[in-house]
């Protein structure tokens, strides 16, 4: 494949880029990408709250069960009151009621606890849930001025994009390849010449074996950054 099919591509590439990028700066663009992201951050916020919520309810259920449990447990042992002639037994009575008394009131702090948590939650759901409708509300307030800003770009755009097509076609599977995973790396750009004795992108030395190469094929790989290396 050569040398100046692949320039090409760069070139065209290139200045789709720099459309793009053009765009992504303009005023509308940016509002609305603001907006955007606020949004998708605040639905976030509500799925993570909403598994947040589901656990805490859980763990409510399963302390009141276990509060409800002990206080049937210490109504037993206190109907069951022992005979009073049996020292052991009257021992063992007051010891057990004492240890389910102090398991109700740890459970009872907890279930406490637990309330705050979840009347804290439930504050900062619905100010969550505000903060998503009103980013919700200006996306919707900034979209036509975005897809009027993007329609001025878009004639430039599609020109390019078809004469990027169009040379695509002449050029290798591999040069492709290549190409594409160093620009997804914004290693751009992406064919670089040799300056002097160094890489143009990454400018490190190159070595001699690589320059010999040079001078027989019409281009190398950077032995460092992966670009593709021609020279002038
Ligand atoms: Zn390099």
Redesign the pocket.
């Known amino acids: 494949m050569e040398l100046s099919i692949m320039l090409e591509y760069q070139k065209l590439d290139n200045a789709l880029i720099r459309l793009e990028n053009e765009l992504r700066q303009s005023p509308a663009a940016k509002e609305y990408t603001t907006n955007k992201t606020v949004l998708a951050g605040a639905q976030e916020q509500v799925l993570k709250q909403n598994r947040e919520a589901g656990e805490m309810v859980t763990q409510m259920q399963s302390l009141i069960t276990e509060y409800e449990a002990v206080e049937k447990e210490l109504k037993e042992a206190e109907s069951a009151v022992p005979d009073v002639d049996s020292a052991v037994s009257a021992d063992f009575f007051i010891r057990n009621v004492q240890k389910l008394i102090s398991r109700l009131k740890v459970l009872a702090s907890e279930i406490s606890k637990m309330s705050g948590r979840i009347v804290e939650l439930n504050q900062s759901y619905a100010a969550t849930m505000t903060a998503g409708k009103e980013a919700k509300k200006k996306l919707a307030g900034c979209r036509d001025a975005y897809e009027a800003e993007k329609a001025k770009f878009m004639p430039q755009a599609t020109e390019l994009q078809q004469k990027l097509q169009a040379v695509e076609k002449d050029c290798s599977e591999e040069f492709l390849t290549v190409y594409k995973r160093l620009r997804k790396l914004k290693k751009l750009p992406v064919i ?1 010449p040799l300056n002097g004795y ?7 030395e ?1 070595a001699g074996d690589l320059l010999v190469k040079l001078s027989t094929q019409p281009f190398v790989e ?6 593709i ?1 021609y020279k002038k």
């Open positions: 670089v160094n890489c143009g992108g990454c400018f490190m190159v950077c032995p460092s950054c992966g670009r290396l």
